[in-house]
């Protein structure tokens, strides 16, 4: 029975852990904003539910069966040691994925971005323990085959950190034309996951279309998903940038069609962006609420109140 319990939760949190970079490149690839935010609440549930759950289920039942149902061995074999210690940074991994997300459910989704290549290194982590505990191996084995694992793992966790650190600095080296540029090329091909990590977590956001000011990225992310909501289709593309890198303005032209079939001529207006180590920390719009088809201003403080549940 208990060897039952531990193929069973083995296959519940393994299986659910290999389906989240599934959810993670949709959620890239989503068209409509609602899309990307029902599959952060849904990788949040599967996180806590049927990962952290499950994991704890193999891992405890492992132990039992590798012990022969004993807690405790006087004198464990080294696979045996060697699995309970990556066990136990595997469980430190996790609670500290479970911060993030939980964090990140709260505003601070610059910390939650971190959550994929901590996801990574314990899958890594965990098909290791799995190796230990099926094929016992000697000493020298278990020893070097830990090494060489934890190894690769540091290895293409400091490789992501390059990466990550070097597009910053290329975000934060964009002249204010080029970041005008990448702006507008997200938003009109609807990247809107990309699109919002170039915001900072507390950013301000003013648009006519908004009844107030947008605080904060949640209640971005609200914004967004209720005014795209009214349009069929818009595109924007920049025509004139001025300014320095840390504040700038861009001349922009917008075109687009209603949900209700209404066509929307050309519209002129302007984004007022403030930069903070390159990601943007307040956006000012501007432009002639009485050029635009019969649309519907979005309610600021639903989107906090949205933001905040």
């Excluded at 699995?83 to 997300?101: D, E, K």
């Excluded at 009109?188 to 947008?214: R, V």
């Amino acid at each position: 029975m208990l060897l039952f319990i531990h193929i069973v939760s083995a296959a519940i949190w393994l299986g659910t852990a290999i389906t989240l970079p599934f959810w993670g490149n949709r959620a890239n690839r989503a068209d409509h904003l609602h899309t990307v935010l029902g599959i952060i609440d849904t990788v949040f549930i599967l996180k806590c539910v049927f990962i952290m759950g499950g994991l704890f289920i193999t891992l405890l039942t492992g132990w039992l069966l590798a012990t022969e149902y004993q807690l405790i061995t006087n004198i464990p074999p080294t696979w045996l040691s060697a699995a309970l210690a990556v066990s136990l940074i595997i469980a430190l991994n996790s609670c500290i994925i479970f911060y993030f997300l939980w964090i990140g459910r709260k505003g601070k989704r610059s910390l939650m971005r971190l959550v994929p290549p901590v996801g990574y290194s314990n899958i890594a982590l965990i098909i290791l323990v799995y190796f230990l505990m099926i094929y016992k191996p000697v000493e020298q084995t278990a020893f070097t085959t830990v090494t060489w694992v934890i190894a690769l793992v540091l290895l293409a966790n400091a490789i992501n950190i390059t990466v990550k650190l070097t597009k910053l600095n290329k975000l934060k080296n964009m002249s204010p034309s080029e970041y005008a540029d990448n702006y507008f090329a997200l938003l009109n091909a609807e990247k809107m996951t990309d699109l919002l990590k170039l915001f900072k977590d507390d950013a301000m956001f003013i648009d006519p279309f908004a009844t107030g000011p947008i605080q904060g990225i949640l209640a971005i992310e609200q914004f967004f998903q209720k005014l795209g909501d009214q349009f069929d289709s818009i595109k924007m593309h920049p025509e004139k940038v001025v300014g320095s890198n840390k504040q700038f303005t861009i001349h922009w032209v917008a075109q687009g069609v209603t949900q209700n079939g209404e066509q929307m001529p050309a519209l002129r207006g302007t984004n007022l962006m403030t930069r903070l180590n390159g990601k943007i920390s307040t956006v000012l719009i501007d432009f002639d609420l009485t050029q635009l088809p019969q649309v519907q201003l979005v309610n600021a403080d639903v989107c906090h109140k949205l933001a905040a549940a």
